[in-house]
């Protein structure tokens, strides 16, 4: 189907829903719907979510109590926001609170529905019992207790020991001197403002009205003046920003009398930044960072952190983690979002997909552009096989480097230069640290910072005992680089001998050696139980999820659009479905697909937020607007509603063509997901060519304990173990 979308103006108001619900705090019901405990997490047996139907709820028979602000298990900070409801038959006003036996009424209030709401503060470290007691007139078994954990609000609460070595980065983010050695800052708020031009330019005093400030529209149809309020602090070790569209008095200009203004339209979008990185520091940003014109003008509250930049670390673990924080501390200053949405691109994306799976309820949509599945890629791959290619130009020609690669020439080659030093160099360079005498050397400091991905995990992988390095789950034993290449006839049997003979693998240092690199067995697993590798499952059958993409394979770029498709075939193996998941395309210049992406999300969660029905997949998908179909857009806007498939043909497949990638091209499943394969004997029958004998013998001796047999699941491929787990014992 063509569809003419002409311009990118703001989508119309949209009605506000008579009822607003929080889907941004995960509570018990959904963690046992995304399978928590590990029951229907994994991924490897089709699940369809039930759909029950909705039912009005149930008269309370006693006191209840809910942790607005995030679990009772995970709070932070010493304080939590919390909600309070009377049982059937009395009133919230007459019900008496206590904290660990102290009155703590005087910190609740009613609110709209006659509900008690309150910032409980004085938390101590670890367990603390908040109790409701019902007046005298009332049964006193209509009482109720909850336990509230505190956690230090520079964490950890689940991911495990703090990284070490650490550098701060509070005085490059114009936060000032850290206040102790786990980087905090003190909390600030700036001001900006947008002028008729469309530029950002700071407001000195927040009850100043320039001449030049210029008034935005919602999409709720309020016409502000556009004035961000950016809120600035830390969290878990993290910067972060918080923008939003505010309208300064004397009473709202102190953080003591700030309540949000009505340019608020009370959803949360989440910024995730791209890159792959192995940093041991905070990361820098500006309060300018936050200013995101696309999401104010429409009135969103924007923020964006350090942490969930995924050229920092690249470990979702933590990144989950510091969410969770980040809109702890969100809900108590600006009260719960009707929802909250991701967005980001390339590592953006992966964060996204594996906060989502792992983490369920922190995001209730996903804007992931770019995407990749997660970080166990295969591109380490890429350096190998660009190392027999450079070593023999003459035999290996852009045609058969293509036919051994999957993707279009140069990009094997952009993944060596760009990301493989990341997944298994030590040094890249120095880990970002100033202090360089902190950094590993294999002969003056053994023991010094490592900088690969693993080396960030070492909470979830563990260390190999006997060297004390991080344990890697990078293998490619029994991989035959070539084999789809050598089947089809692209090269010959002579160089596809030849070239599984030279690829080798990497050694403890990332260096290229003769042999094969040999996974870790325990990191091999715990790649998987822990999440890290995206199987699909967890919390990514309860979101709607909208891809976008420019289409960048034509150029050789690393962001290759078969990636889409890794991750529909993941969805549909764990959930039986993948009608929750969008798929977009575009040109790598011309249409812009942001906008159109955030209002039809907008319109998708709006809906979803308004059905007081349990979540479910069916009703995640009941709400999805009619512009939320699989697409390829051209550069004049016109959209051609057709879906990505190896195979198809119409304008999309002609447009933006699919490729793969190495390991595919060496046999493994769409899935792309096994990062050790179990092994077959090498057997002539298998091949679509002629091997000589001699030839045959050569394969077995490079293939000495078998090749990969793509049938099966990958060694140590479990299941996602449960949600919310907790690294706090670092293992073995």
């Known amino acids: 189907m063509r569809q003419t979308l002409g311009s990118t103006r703001t989508a119309p108001p949209l009605a506000r829903p008579a009822r607003i619900l929080s889907l941004g705090i995960a509570c018990a019901a959904l963690l046992a719907a995304c399978g928590g405990d590990g029951g229907g997490g994994g991924g490897f047996t089709p699940v369809v979510p039930a759909s029950p139907p909705p039912s009005a709820p149930a008269a309370l028979d006693k006191a209840s109590i809910t942790v607005l602000s995030s679990k009772p298990q995970f709070v932070s900070g010493g304080d939590a926001l919390v909600e309070v409801k009377a049982p059937a038959g009395a009133k919230a006003s007459g019900l008496e609170l206590t904290l660990n036996g102290k009155p703590v009424t005087a910190q609740f209030a009613p609110d709209a529905s006659g509900n008690l709401r309150g910032m409980v503060k004085g938390l101590a470290m670890g367990a603390n019992t908040l109790a409701v007691k019902a007046s005298a007139e009332d049964r006193a078994s209509s009482n109720a207790e909850l336990v509230l954990t505190n956690h230090p609000d520079t964490g950890p609460i689940l991911a495990g020991a703090l990284l070490t070595p650490y550098e701060c980065r509070t005085v490059e983010s114009n936060m000032g001197t850290p206040l102790d050695a786990n980087c905090s800052a003190a909390r600030r708020f700036d001001y900006f403002y947008r002028t008729p031009a469309g530029s950002f330019k700071p407001l000195a005093d927040p009850l100043a009205r320039p001449s030049d400030l210029a008034q935005t529209t919602t999409i709720e149809g309020k016409t502000v003046p556009y004035i961000v309020r950016v809120d600035s602090g830390t969290v878990g070790r993290t910067i972060y920003r918080i923008a939003l569209l505010d309208d300064p008095t004397a009473e709202t200009a102190a953080p003591a009398g700030y309540k949000p203004a009505a340019g608020w339209n009370g959803r949360l979008v989440v910024s995730f930044g791209g890159g792959a990185g192995t940093q041991y520091n905070q990361g820098v940003n500006q309060a300018t960072d936050a200013l995101s014109d696309l999401h104010l003008s429409r009135g969103f509250a924007y923020m964006i952190s350090t942490e969930l930049v995924n050229g920092q670390r690249g470990n979702a673990v933590l990144q989950g983690e510091t969410l969770m924080m980040l809109k702890e501390r969100f809900?108590?200053?600006?009260?719960?979002?009707?929802?909250?949405?991701?967005?980001?691109?390339?590592?953006?994306?992966?964060?996204?997909?594996?906060?989502?799976?792992?983490?369920?309820?922190?995001?209730?949509?996903?804007?992931?552009?770019?995407?990749?599945?997660?970080?166990?890629?295969?591109?380490?791959?890429?350096?190998?096989?660009?190392?027999?290619?450079?070593?023999?130009?003459?035999?290996?020609?852009?045609?058969?480097?293509?036919?051994?690669?999957?993707?279009?020439?140069?990009?094997?080659?952009?993944?060596?230069?760009?990301?493989?030093?990341?997944?298994?160099?030590?040094?890249?360079?120095?880990?970002?640290?100033?202090?360089?005498?902190?950094?590993?050397?294999?002969?003056?400091?053994?023991?010094?910072?490592?900088?690969?991905?693993?080396?960030?995990?070492?909470?979830?992988?563990?260390?190999?005992?006997?060297?004390?390095?991080?344990?890697?789950?990078?293998?490619?034993?029994?991989?035959?680089?070539?084999?789809?290449?050598?089947?089809?006839?692209?090269?010959?049997?002579?160089?596809?001998?030849?070239?599984?003979?030279?690829?080798?693998?990497?050694?403890?240092?990332?260096?290229?050696?003769?042999?094969?690199?040999?996974?870790?067995?325990?990191?091999?697993?715990?790649?998987?139980?822990?999440?890290?590798?995206?199987?699909?499952?967890?919390?990514?059958?309860?979101?709607?999820?909208?891809?976008?993409?420019?289409?960048?394979?034509?150029?050789?770029?690393?962001?290759?659009?078969?990636?889409?498709?890794?991750?529909?075939?993941?969805?549909?193996?764990?959930?039986?479905?993948?009608?929750?998941?969008?798929?977009?395309?575009?040109?790598?210049?011309?249409?812009?697909?942001?906008?159109?992406?955030?209002?039809?999300?907008?319109?998708?969660?709006?809906?979803?937020?308004?059905?007081?029905?349990?979540?479910?997949?069916?009703?995640?998908?009941?709400?999805?607007?009619?512009?939320?179909?699989?697409?390829?857009?051209?550069?004049?806007?016109?959209?051609?509603?057709?879906?990505?498939?190896?195979?198809?043909?119409?304008?999309?497949?002609?447009?933006?063509?699919?490729?793969?990638?190495?390991?595919?091209?060496?046999?493994?499943?769409?899935?792309?997901?096994?990062?050790?394969?179990?092994?077959?004997?090498?057997?002539?029958?298998?091949?679509?060519?002629?091997?000589?004998?001699?030839?045959?013998?050569?394969?077995?001796?490079?293939?000495?304990?078998?090749?990969?047999?793509?049938?099966?699941?990958?060694?140590?491929?479990?299941?996602?173990?449960?949600?919310?787990?907790?690294?706090?014992?670092?293992?073995?």
């Not at 680089?481 to 089947?487: K, T």
Request: contains cysteine.
């Open 331 to 732: 809900i108590e200053t600006y009260g719960v979002p009707r929802w909250t949405a991701g967005s980001g691109g390339s590592g953006g994306a992966i964060q996204q997909l594996v906060i989502t799976q792992i983490y369920p309820g922190l995001l209730d949509g996903l804007q992931p552009s770019l995407t990749f599945p997660d970080g166990s890629l295969h591109v380490a791959d890429c350096r190998l096989l660009e190392n027999v290619y450079k070593a023999d130009t003459a035999t290996w020609t852009n045609a058969k480097r293509t036919a051994v690669d999957g993707f279009t020439n140069g990009t094997c080659r952009a993944w060596d230069l760009s990301f493989v030093n990341t997944i298994v160099a030590t040094n890249v360079p120095g880990c970002a640290l100033k202090d360089v005498s902190k950094v590993y050397d294999p002969i003056n400091n053994p023991t010094g910072a490592r900088c690969t991905t693993s080396d960030m995990r070492t909470n979830i992988m563990g260390r190999d005992p006997i060297t004390g390095f991080a344990r890697s789950p990078l293998d490619n034993v029994g991989v035959q680089y070539g084999l789809e290449a050598f089947n089809k006839g692209a090269i010959s049997a002579e160089e596809f001998v030849t070239l599984n003979e030279k690829v080798g693998g990497y050694d403890k240092d990332g260096k290229p050696v003769p042999q094969r690199t040999v996974g870790d067995a325990l990191a091999l697993e715990r790649a998987y139980a822990s999440g890290l590798v995206n199987s699909g499952g967890g919390g990514l059958a309860f979101v709607p999820i909208l891809h976008s993409r420019t289409y960048n394979d034509a150029s050789g770029d690393i962001h290759s659009h078969e990636r889409d498709l890794v991750v529909r075939a993941r969805l549909q193996r764990a959930n039986g479905r993948v009608d929750n998941q969008i798929i977009w395309v575009g040109p790598r210049t011309g249409y812009p697909l942001a906008a159109l992406s955030l209002d039809v999300m907008t319109q998708w969660l709006d809906g979803i937020a308004a059905d007081p029905a349990p979540l479910t997949t069916d009703k995640v998908v009941a709400h999805k607007p009619r512009a939320a179909v699989d697409a390829c857009f051209d550069g004049s806007g016109t959209k051609y509603e057709e879906s990505p498939a190896y195979g198809a043909t119409g304008t999309c497949a002609t447009m933006y063509p699919l490729h793969g990638e190495p390991r595919q091209q060496a046999g493994a499943p769409l899935t792309n997901d096994i990062n050790k394969c179990q092994l077959k004997p090498v057997l002539a029958s298998d091949y679509a060519q002629t091997l000589t004998p001699t030839q045959l013998a050569r394969l077995r001796t490079v293939f000495s304990s078998g090749v990969c047999d793509w049938s099966k699941p990958g060694v140590g491929q479990v299941p996602l173990k449960g949600t919310y787990q907790s690294y706090a014992v670092a293992p073995g």
